[in-house]
């Protein structure tokens, strides 16, 4: 496959990191640059980066937000529930942190930040986070003992 044919090497999945982020029972969502539509804070973790490395700088970088990571929440193949087609294996990784403080800058990716209850979620980045996902990420506040979700 030609987008592959500068790789070496065995080729690997991709990694994408979603932060859940709470603040008085409402998730912190940013509203991305690329498409004006509302995601949880994430990106593609960095090389040599670890996975709450990862999930600290999404959140600082997109939301102004300081965070420290708690508990995995799920980890889903992304398509196996997103309705589009990926060119290569995408690994969906929900983090779980407790917010220290946030306040939003400007930045090159997102243009806004807020918090919002289930009730009343915002239009969604669905490449990037689908309601059920965010439904499993306020599930899992709930539960001090959640079990990981994973494909």
């Keep these: 496959m030609d987008l592959f044919a500068s790789g ?18 409402k998730i912190l969502m940013v509203r991305e640059k690329i498409d004006g539509a ?19 700088r999404e ?3 997109e939301a102004g937000a300081q965070v ?14 997103y309705d589009f087609p990926y060119p290569y294996t995408i690994y969906k990784i929900f983090v779980e942190c407790e917010l220290i403080e946030n306040s939003f800058s400007a930045n090159t990716e997102t243009l806004a ?11 969604l980045s ?16 709930k539960h001090l003992l959640f079990e990981t979700v994973f494909d």
């Design 8 to 25: 070496t090497g065995y080729q690997t999945p991709k990694v994408d990191i979603r932060a859940s982020v709470f603040k008085d029972d």
């Design 38 to 56: 509302w995601s949880l804070p994430g990106g593609w973790a960095d090389v040599n980066t670890s996975l709450s490395e990862s999930a600290v």
């Design 59 to 61: 959140c600082r970088e």
């Design 68 to 81: 420290k990571p708690k508990r995995v929440i799920a980890i889903h193949q992304a398509d196996r529930h």
């Design 113 to 123: 930040a807020d918090f919002y209850a289930i009730d009343s979620l915002p239009p």
């Design 126 to 141: 669905k490449e990037r986070n689908t309601r059920e996902q965010i439904e499993l990420c306020f599930e899992a506040k």
